[in-house]
């Protein structure tokens, strides 16, 4: 299979206007993925399956992400003048990151026997702009894998035929795979709790002990 | 029944039995359990019904798949907060006398998915309990000294007085209330009426 950034340009060419990014994988894995703009993915999804050299016509894995707002810092050396000597100093600068919601599609190719090609679609927010388009019309195994997405994360996917819960209830509220779902305090006893089950142990001795 | 009196009348070719132990012995040796499989666990009770491993020579010849044909639900597998209102509702609808094993960790207590965002802790939270047995997943032998556990139970149930079986005392429920989907749990989370929290005296 040909690498992504030559995949990349051919997608560009082929589709004007689409606004595509190679994310680097720097882990042992060294599945780098592509990123795609929510407007234009389904016309670059179309393209990926139908194209001769490429076909990935199968999707084995959708999944989701959730990017909360993160902190960048950058150490930068600059030059400041203090009490009439320059000297180098090192200033670290803070960016916020703005957090969001994202959808991982893992493609093979079942004619042409290869893969995996990562795909990635990113939503504007974590909170009001929270819609993608589903890619269910071009691979139908996503059918499934969008509404566990929907139920856990919380993406509405446009076009999707049947887009309801899976896994939880109907009548469940939030979505229990971002990271800031509140889980409802049912702690039990158990004889050898440590890590995040200690935490929760705490807390919940703590708020038994307040009431 | 006087022991003496019992072996002189066997020599002489005479068998005698109360009604209790005919009782009992029918009841113990045709156990029919509902074809009741919800993860892990149901791989192993099928590995218990097959060749090498046969439950049907204790009498669990035919799964039912009907809850109103069966008396023993052996629960097999993590029980999710969705799927509990409907183990409650089988449960009900099985007719008295009924039995329940608890198969697996994850039946009994959660299990390894204990923290889960939609894993029940235990299914005893809601229904009465006969057997428990640990394992993940249990060894087929298990399963079988499972049912000979329960086997045993039944057999010293009496018919009258204080340890008679539930379907011959009117006072004893044999239907518990379904929990319904709330939120973000179910409400109620457990039935005080089965199941109390562990209590820990704490070191303050």
Known sequence: MESLDQIKTRVET?????????????????QPSLLVDPEHALAVAKFLRDDARLCLDYASNVTGVDWSDTVLKEKVKVKKVIKGIER??????????????????????????????????????????????????????????????YDLFGIVFTGH???????????????PMRKDYVEPDDYEYEPTAHDEVLE???????????? | MDEGL???????????????????????????????GLACCAIEMIATTMARYDLARFG????????????????????????????????????????VIAMGACAISG??????????????RYIPVDVYLPGCPPRPEALLHAFMTLQRRIDQQQLTGRNR????????????????????????????????????????
């Open chain 1, 14 to 30: 082929t589709i004007p206007g689409a606004r595509l990014e190679v994310i680097p994988n720097d882990s042992p894995a060294q």
């Open chain 1, 88 to 149: 180098e100093l090192e200033q670290i600068t803070e960016t916020v990151r703005p957090g969001c919601l994202e959808a991982v599609y893992h493609l093979y190719s079942m004619t042409l026997k290869h893969g995996p090609m990562v795909l990635r679609m990113r939503t504007r927010n974590r909170s009001d702009q929270n819609r993608l388009p589903s890619l269910t019309p071009i691979w139908r195994g996503a059918e499934f894998q969008e509404r566990e997405i």
């Open chain 1, 161 to 175: 035929s049947d887009l309801r819960r899976i896994l939880m209830w109907d009548g469940f509220q939030h979505h």
């Open chain 1, 200 to 211: 929760k142990a705490k807390r919940h001795q703590a708020r038994e002990a307040g009431t």
């Open chain 2, 6 to 36: 019992r072996g002189e009348l066997s020599r002489q070719g005479v068998f005698t039995a109360t009604l209790e132990e005919l009782y009992n012995w029918g009841r113990r040796n045709s156990i029919w359990p509902l074809q009741f």
């Open chain 2, 60 to 99: 669990a010849e035919v799964f039912r798949p009907s809850p109103r044909q069966a008396d023993l639900m052996i629960v097999s597998g993590t029980v999710t907060r969705k799927m509990a209102p409907q183990v409650v509702r089988l449960y009900n609808q099985m007719p008295e006398p009924k039995y």
């Open chain 2, 111 to 124: 299990g390894p998915f204990k923290q889960g965002y939609n894993v029940l802790k235990g299914i005893d």
């Open chain 2, 165 to 204: 079986p539930r379907h011959l005392d009117p006072d004893a429920p044999g239907e518990f209330p379904v929990p319904q989907y709330g939120a973000h749990d179910l409400e109620p989370p457990m039935n005080p009426d089965v199941w109390h929290p562990p209590s820990v005296a704490r070191q303050s």
